[in-house]
């Protein structure tokens, strides 16, 4: 882990169990099992295999848009399932990928997302960004809007609140409003997606709604990258209308370029 992030960690708060799972325990672990006393430093289990998210019988099959709810649900227990040394090292890796992307390199502005529930932790790619002179956002709920994320500004440092989902993000009194269209690039998480950049999230249709405009064309938007562990691959989800494709999907064994 880079020393940066272990600075961010020191300024946001006491490294209680709290704190750990909230900002950040996975990269702050490896960088302590790093640098501390050897004796500490356990073995790590490999990581579950991707499973068909249909029974075997109808294992290429779509995910019907009736069958997302328990596919979510399957989903989501399953990586919180993965002890934080498991989760820090897929971080890494798909951190490490995605600093090599050629839309990163490009990039004059970021967006990515500040993780909770066991998502991957990417803010080690905030963090270059920023490092490097690149505008880095992350995402908020409208509070005068029901249903409508916008992204802000964050930089290093800057006081997060947590919002209606217990997700931290950047105080009100930071907040000036990027268009989500205007953003270089945009990693979002996911709780499961197919090959050809379907995304299933978390139910509450943000990403798309925020990038409504591009699901009339029907083609993946060059600058939004999901981000997953390699368990949550699934053989096909039924796509809504209202979808937002992804162009590529990145995770700890293989960078996805999708359809």
């Known amino acids: ?28 672990l490896l960088w302590i099992e790093s640098n501390g006393p050897r004796r500490h430093r356990r ?14 019988r109808h294992a290429n099959m779509s995910i019907s848009l009736a069958d997302r709810p328990d596919l979510r649900a399957r989903m989501r227990d399953r990586r919180r399932a993965l002890t934080p040394r498991q989760s820090a ?21 970021v967006a990515a997302y500040w993780p909770i529930d066991g998502e991957v932790d990417v803010r080690e790619v905030l963090l270059t960004a920023h490092a ?3 505008a880095t956002l992350l995402p908020v709920l409208d509070r005068r809007r029901q249903g409508v994320m916008r992204f802000v500004p964050w930089r290093p440092g800057l006081p997060l609140v947590r919002n209606r989902y217990g997700i931290p993000e950047p105080a009100a ?9 205007s953003i ?12 050809d950049g379907h995304r299933l999230g978390l139910g509450g249709g943000y990403y798309d709604r925020a990038f409504s405009s591009v699901t009339q064309h029907r083609r993946p938007w060059s600058r939004l990258v999901g981000v997953a562990y390699e368990h949550q691959r699934v053989n ?11 162009s590529d999907v990145v995770t700890e064994r293989q960078h996805y370029r999708c359809r």
């Open 236 to 246: 096909g989800l039924e796509a809504a209308p209202w979808d937002v494709t992804l």
């Open 173 to 181: 009194a930071t907040r000036r409003f990027q268009p989500a269209l």
């Open 132 to 134: 490097r002179g690149s």
């Open 1 to 28: 882990m880079s020393r940066g992030l272990g600075d961010v960690y020191k300024r946001q708060g006491p490294l209680d169990a709290e704190s750990l799972k909230c900002h950040g325990g996975p990269h702050l």
């Open 184 to 195: 270089d690039l945009v990693i979002a998480p996911l709780v499961a997606f197919d090959d």
């Open 89 to 109: 090292l897929a971080s890494v890796a798909i951190s490490e990928r995605l600093l090599r992307l050629p839309a990163f390199r490009r990039a004059r502005s």
């Open 43 to 56: 073995e790590t289990p490999p990581l579950p295999q991707p499973v068909p998210a249909a029974s075997p």
